[in-house]
């Protein structure tokens, strides 16, 4: 084939050797020789034309198979340097070598050089766009790329990954250790993923050096140690019919998501993000897919009277797939809104009698706060068991035993107990100062 195209008219001159002049005059399509294994391929391009490449051809020693090697496109690679290359290919040949096996070892030489020398930033947003999709929420994967951002990337951004040692991630951990631990925990884990992410990649070697065990709690102090976790301002539970008589005063929907909160002692996501499809009317059960679940589990909610109420009330001006929709179609309230909600409702109560809605220290209650007011009144006014008062929490009990063999013998004790709290809940001071103990039932 090749000595057949050598005898071709060819872009070269008198010597049958290329030249300048010929090669960027020729139009005519083929694949042309010079000799030696250098060739040239013209063919037709898209817009009008002739593209023109530089190839060496050689037989493969194993197979016997001719190859063709591309070695550029003339003119940006000119006729001295195919001729060049074109030598030191059948130099590699000679040293029985192979030219397209060397060539792709020196590339993955270089993309693995390459590799390892990506900054931190670069691993931790690889590793974020890998993972994101696993997260329960849009929000919770914005989270998690903010505080990197916020805290690590100034530091460690622009390090390369292969270069970090465990007192650069003390320069990140440091400054917020004591003021924001908790925070500062949560960045620690998340470069400890990273670091684990980039390690499985090789571009880490050694050992992980966001690592807390026997690493850095010999460096920082345990975060739990450092103060107690602050609890949620709560409301004491002898006020929870005044403060929800207030609430059903108010007209807006996030006084109607802050009510249902209350009424069925969920978490703020869970409310805000409730759907029509979750609702069963019929059975007067809530399904919260286990997606939206802090524990990853599926959560059935009883649904009391008053709470059945404010569906039916909400569902005549049904307007989208939320339960509660804000402004935007297809939004959700605004995880504000009900926060705003409470400090709209105490700022009028201050005017009134200067008390405002607050816990026992005088600071405003909060909307999770609502989930301990729950809690305080089942333990200080009824006899239902733990377990069921966990379980109406979604909360995970320690013993995996115990909640494996409990998950589903408790709804219908659940669904007493929710209908006792909506009852409780639709009293006065007055009223609830009379109201007997609840005893659950044996």
């Avoid at 070598?97 to 590339?107: I, S």
């Avoid at 969920?266 to 809530?286: G, P, Q, T, Y």
């Avoid at 005549?316 to 705003?340: C, I, Q, Y």
Wanted: glycine content about 8%.
């Amino acid at each position: 084939m090749g000595e057949m195209e050598t005898k071709r008219k060819k872009p070269a001159g008198k010597d049958g050797k290329f030249n300048d002049l010929a090669l960027k005059n020729w139009k005519t399509p083929g694949t042309f020789g010079e000799g030696d294994g250098l060739y040239i391929q013209v063919r037709p391009a898209k817009g009008g034309g002739v593209v023109k490449c530089w190839i060496f051809r050689y037989r493969d020693r194993v197979t016997r198979k001719l190859r063709d090697m591309g070695l550029g496109k003339f003119p940006r690679v000119s006729l001295s340097e195919a001729r060049e290359a074109a030598h030191k290919q059948a130099a590699m040949l000679q040293d029985f070598k192979d030219p397209m096996l060397e060539r792709e070892q020196q590339r993955e030489e270089i993309i693995e050089k390459r590799r390892k020398m990506q900054t931190f930033e670069a691993a931790a947003t690889e590793y974020w766009n890998r993972q994101k999709a696993a997260w329960k929420s849009e929000k919770e994967a914005e989270v998690w790329i903010s505080r990197m951002k916020t805290h690590a990337f100034p530091a460690l951004g622009s390090k390369l990954v292969a270069g970090i040692k465990m007192t650069h991630v003390l320069e990140v951990l440091d400054p917020i250790w004591q003021e924001k631990t908790e925070t500062a925990r949560k960045v620690r884990q998340y470069m400890e993923n990273v670091f684990d992410f980039a390690k499985g990649r090789g571009l880490y070697l050694g050992d992980n050096p966001a690592a807390w065990k026997g690493n850095l709690e010999a460096q920082l102090p345990e975060a739990g140690k450092i103060h107690k976790a602050k609890n949620h301002p709560a409301l004491d539970y002898r006020q929870i019919g005044a403060f929800l008589e207030a609430v059903r005063g108010q007209k807006t929907i996030s006084y109607r998501a802050l009510e249902f909160a209350a009424l069925t002692a969920c978490r703020s996501s869970e409310v805000l993000n409730a759907k029509w499809d979750e609702i069963d009317f019929d059975e007067a059960l809530w399904t919260i897919g286990e997606e939206r679940m802090k524990a990853d589990k599926a959560h059935a909610v009883p649904l009391n009277a008053r709470a059945l109420e404010i569906l039916r009330e909400l569902e005549k001006t049904k307007r989208d797939s939320f339960v509660f929709p804000g402004g935007k179609a297809g939004k959700p309230l605004s995880g504000m809104s009900m926060t705003e909600a409470i400090k709209e409702m105490d700022r009028k109560r201050r005017l009134d009698d200067g008390k405002g809605w607050t816990d026992a220290a005088g600071e405003r209650i909060t909307t999770h706060g609502l989930r301990s007011t729950f809690r305080d009144w089942c333990g200080n006014r009824t006899t239902f068991d733990r377990q069921t008062v966990e379980f109406a929490l979604a909360h995970k009990l320690p013993d995996r035993v115990e909640a494996a063999y409990l998950r589903t013998t408790l709804i219908e004790k659940r669904r007493l107990l929710m209908d006792a709290w909506g009852e409780f809940c639709a009293t006065t001071p007055a009223d609830a100062a009379n109201v007997i103990p609840i005893r659950a039932a044996q």
